[in-house]
């Protein structure tokens, strides 16, 4: 399996490095896997600052994968979906609607309030995911892991990774 350079990013406005568990969960089920975190840090829900660090690590040759937690509701507040989906070259519709489809198999019809998503930026594949412990397992153990992982048959998002810049 290869290994794989993540960037973590957490959107929030109270959370702190201290009370942030989605982003331990996270880096707890990455490490797991073998894969490096190169970066985590935690930004708050405003689009432009969002915006700001995805294009770092976007423009970042050492990280491979982003995966964000937070900013994914409806309230007034949260942007991280409209901050993120301009930046993308290519949107994985399919992961959104996958994310929704497991946790309405636990919340019901309470998930059609995340505005989960997945794409790929400059040879940088991204995910957006809501802020919930819950919900960090359940995209990472169900989605990303399987997705991260080169043997996964028949096929996988790192067998592509070879071929994001043709």
Same mark, same amino acid.
């Given at each position: 399996?290869?290994?794989?350079?993540?960037?973590?990013?957490?959107? /929030?406005?109270?959370? =702190?490095?201290? $009370?942030?568990? %989605?982003?331990? @969960? *996270?880096?707890?089920? @990455?490490?797991?896997?073998?894969?490096? @975190?190169?970066?985590?840090?935690? +930004?708050?829900?405003?689009?432009?600052?969002? !915006?700001?660090?995805? %294009?770092?690590?976007? /423009?970042?040759?050492?990280?491979?994968? @982003?995966?964000? #937690?937070?900013? =994914?509701?409806?309230?007034? /507040?949260?942007? $991280?979906?409209? &901050? +993120?989906?301009?930046?993308?070259?290519?949107?994985?519709?399919?992961?959104?609607?996958?994310? !929704? %489809?497991?946790?309405?198999?636990?919340?019901?019809? #309470?998930?059609?309030?995340?505005?989960?998503? &997945?794409?790929? &930026?400059?040879?940088?594949?991204?995910?957006? *995911?809501?802020? #919930?412990?819950?919900?960090?397992? $359940?995209?990472?153990?169900?989605?990303?892991?399987?997705?991260?992982?080169? $043997?996964?048959?028949?096929?996988?998002?790192?067998?592509?990774?070879?071929?994001?810049?043709?």
């Amino acid at each position: 399996m290869d290994k794989l350079n993540i960037a973590i990013v957490i959107v /929030s406005n109270t959370r =702190t490095f201290e $009370t942030d568990k %989605s982003g331990k @969960i *996270l880096t707890d089920l @990455i490490g797991k896997e073998g894969h490096t @975190i190169k970066e985590y840090t935690i +930004v708050p829900d405003n689009i432009y600052e969002i !915006r700001l660090i995805f %294009s770092k690590y976007i /423009s970042d040759k050492d990280i491979d994968v @982003i995966i964000s #937690s937070g900013g =994914t509701g409806i309230t007034g /507040s949260d942007g $991280t979906p409209e &901050a +993120v989906s301009v930046l993308l070259d290519k949107e994985i519709d399919g992961f959104g609607e996958m994310f !929704r %489809s497991i946790s309405y198999q636990k919340i019901k019809t #309470s998930s059609l309030q995340t505005r989960a998503l &997945a794409g790929v &930026a400059n040879s940088t594949f991204i995910f957006v *995911l809501p802020g #919930s412990v819950d919900a960090c397992k $359940t995209a990472w153990s169900e989605i990303i892991s399987h997705q991260l992982n080169s $043997t996964t048959k028949p096929c996988n998002l790192v067998m592509l990774m070879p071929r994001l810049k043709e």
